[in-house]
């Protein structure tokens, strides 16, 4: 493996935990900044002008461009080491987040929200890979749990850390937060992570990649690009075939590369391609609504921006709670009858959102938000196991950066596709003309997100009936799993 260049005292079992702490901060600098944007939108859009409405495109780039990058962060780590990518991750974020600060339009913040997500894609694989490099086979499942723990709590504190900024300071401080922990981690990086590399990396598909980042790309453009940029019906529609087409001739080129980034046959196993097309679909769903809670419970029932956050702490504390009972019930019940009926539970609870309004008792929201915040860990749980379970050890790691990517997919387009409709029945009620059309607005597109979800469930129905032992979880690179 190596050409290895280690740092003092690296080896050594201090510094070993040191290197879990720094990898655990990394990942939970990644996920509170997935999350606490999003109980910032109001205020960020009026500070910039914007309608709180069109904000979308903030939470898109970054999910999107994370997505672009996953698929390269391995191999960037083998070509030039972990060190020096993990660092270079630091330094991107952190210039991304005071690129976020400095933005005084739409635009230039959500090119600063690209820069930051080039750094928030290495961060946890890239930490990942040097975790598994540094401790021993039999620790390393331990060493990452230590390191998933801070995924859960960047969910939990984001949202009510971001409206609490918001109403004590402002906006921009939600990223200026990042930049002494970015600091303190570039220093710590250079003293104690080892510069593990390997000396044989095969070459790069760059081909691959870029059918595959272009596809990604175009066809996220194609439903932000139609409310949000002006396109047009003809120009977005173009948009979606070049996006398909991309994506079509990378699997034509991956049947006959050597070295494809992800190899066709890993869609042999069925649970791995169910898995996958489960996460796509399921996920468009819920990646939208830690978009759409925040906002709706602003802009349409009148909470304050710490109140809104506040009243996201339900959803994830349930979560937490739920993983504990989640390996049990699917061993009990199995995969597919856990994911067809919580993917159907999860739907109709994502609908039952539209019956807010401004006159529903605090309690029925936070137990609305409970009980959809701990059907949706159960789903994510068993999402991520069914599609990993039955690789081996050659293919797994394939598997689980493919899993990654597509996660991080469907979140981009989950949160474009929750922008779009959101805009288009904005329009129909005349928000800004017609009195209550923003709470009518957000009850119709909770209705339909709800409906995407529930006819994802027809997916985990092909499953194999007799899958039941789930594996260990890994940590989710969007840390809302």
Not at 423 to 431: D, M, P
Not at 450 to 457: V, Y
Request: one cysteine or more; hydrophobic letters at 55%.
């Amino acid at each position: 493996m190596s050409d290895s260049l280690v740092p003092p005292l690296a080896s050594t079992a201090g510094s070993r935990r040191l290197l879990l702490w720094l990898v655990a901060i990394g990942f939970f600098m990644q996920t509170l900044d997935a999350t606490i944007i999003n109980t910032a939108l109001p205020a960020m859009a009026a500070s910039l002008g914007e309608s709180p409405l069109r904000m979308q495109s903030v939470v898109v780039a970054y999910s999107l461009t994370m997505a672009m990058l996953i698929p390269a962060s391995g191999w960037l780590a083998d070509r030039f080491g972990t060190r020096r990518v993990f660092m270079l991750a630091i330094v991107l974020f952190s210039l991304g987040s005071l690129a976020c600060a400095a933005s005084r339009g739409l635009s230039e913040l959500v090119a600063s929200r690209v820069l930051q997500g080039l750094g928030g894609a290495l961060l946890l694989p890239v930490g990942r890979l040097a975790v598994l490099r540094t401790f021993p086979r039999g620790e390393f499942l331990q060493a990452m749990a230590f390191v998933a723990i801070p995924g859960l709590i960047g969910p939990l504190l984001g949202p009510t850390l971001g409206g609490w900024l918001v109403q004590v300071a402002s906006w921009h401080w939600i990223f200026l937060i990042n930049l002494p922990v970015g600091l303190i981690g570039l220093l710590a990086t250079w003293r104690f992570m080892p510069d593990a590399r390997n000396a044989d990396t095969p070459r790069f598909d760059l081909a691959g990649y870029a059918l595959l980042a272009f596809g990604m790309v175009s066809i996220s453009l194609a439903i932000e690009g139609g409310t949000e940029m002006g396109l047009g019906r003809g120009n977005t529609a173009v948009l979606a075939v070049f996006g398909f087409v991309a994506l079509v001739v990378y699997w034509l080129h991956a049947a006959r590369h050597p070295r494809p980034l992800f190899s066709p046959e890993l869609f042999h196993v069925r649970t791995l391609s169910v898995g996958l097309m489960g996460n796509l679909f399921c996920r468009l769903g819920s990646g939208a609504m830690p978009f759409l809670i925040p906002i709706s419970l602003q802009v349409a029932l009148g909470y304050s921006p710490f109140n809104a956050g506040l009243m996201m702490l339900p959803t994830a504390l349930a979560g937490m709670a739920m993983k504990r009972v989640a390996t049990p019930l699917i061993l009990r019940l199995g995969y597919r009858t856990v994911l067809v009926a919580n993917t159907a539970i999860i739907g109709v609870l994502m609908a039952s959102f539209a019956l807010a309004t401004p006159a529903t008792p605090w309690a029925l929201h936070v137990a609305l938000l409970a009980t959809f915040g701990a059907f949706n860990s159960l789903q994510f749980t068993a999402m991520n196991t069914i599609t990993l379970k039955d690789l081996d050890g050659a293919s797994a790691s394939s598997g689980n950066g493919l899993l990654s990517m597509v996660q991080m997919l469907a979140m981009s387009l989950g949160v474009a596709i929750a922008g779009a409709v959101l805009s288009g029945f904005s329009r129909a009620f005349g928000a800004g003309v017609e009195p209550g059309a923003a709470l009518h607005a957000f009850q119709a597109t909770f209705v339909t997100v709800g409906l995407i979800t529930l006819a994802s469930a027809a997916v985990f129905w092909q499953l194999p009936a007799e899958a039941r032992a789930p594996q260990p979880e890994g940590p989710e690179v969007s840390g809302h799993g």
